[in-house]
């Protein structure tokens, strides 16, 4: 518990110096387009498996196209009050910054007319706000996934530890059998000694009056 609850300050603290969404464009279908992008200190299966998870809650299902997960016909109070086409981008910043994604983010007013600040500075600074909005649902999900595997991992260990009890229960069960056994198996030896002796003094009294 402790572990997970530092790595969380060390999230807040990490997240707080990435959370920037600033003014980008982006490769679309072989043409360069206005976007939002920003970086997020989480591995690309995470920040976009966040992200579908968000708009899934919202009642939007995405789908794959070109390269970009792609909801359509939104309509969010985060991007005002206008109905857009959205197509998010995950890919790692680098090979040795395999932990950072850039996020990217375009708008589309629909058939992929996008959207650029020039034609509206106000939504461009919506799209900013999500963005970073989706920083902190990144980092939620990301400790949800380590509750989940710690939980996995608690109870797994706490099963091999339960089945280690019951094994120690069945081997005193078998100690104490075993037990009883060997006792009677000492005891049936003293009884069978008993009896051999008392038919060797039998046969050594038939043996003397054969020679009488």
Do not use: C, W
């Amino acid at each position: 518990m402790k572990k997970i609850l530092l790595s969380a300050v060390i999230l807040f603290v990490t997240v707080t110096l990435f959370a920037q969404a600033r003014t980008a464009t982006a490769d679309y279908n072989k043409t360069t387009q206005p976007a939002v992008e920003i970086e997020i200190p989480f591995e690309e299966k995470t920040v976009m498996k966040s992200l579908v998870e968000k708009m899934e809650k919202k009642g939007y299902k995405g789908k794959e196209n070109k390269g970009y997960m792609v909801f359509k016909g939104v309509t969010m109070s985060e991007l005002g009050s206008g109905t857009y086409d959205l197509y998010f981008k995950t890919e790692r910043k680098s090979r040795k910054e395999k932990d950072i994604t850039i996020l990217t983010m375009l708008v589309s007013s629909g058939y992929e007319k996008f959207i650029s600040e020039a034609d509206n500075a106000e939504l461009h600074n919506s799209m900013k706000s999500f963005v970073n909005t989706h920083t902190d649902n990144a980092t939620a999900y990301d400790l949800e996934l380590q509750v989940k595997e710690q939980q996995e991992a608690t109870d797994k260990s706490v099963k091999k530890y339960n089945s280690s009890v019951e094994d120690g229960q069945d081997l005193v069960k078998k100690k104490e059998k075993l037990e009883k056994e060997i006792a009677e198996n000492i005891q049936k030896q003293a009884e069978l000694k008993a009896e051999s002796e008392k038919q060797a003094q039998i046969l050594e009294t038939l043996k003397a009056k054969r020679r009488q």
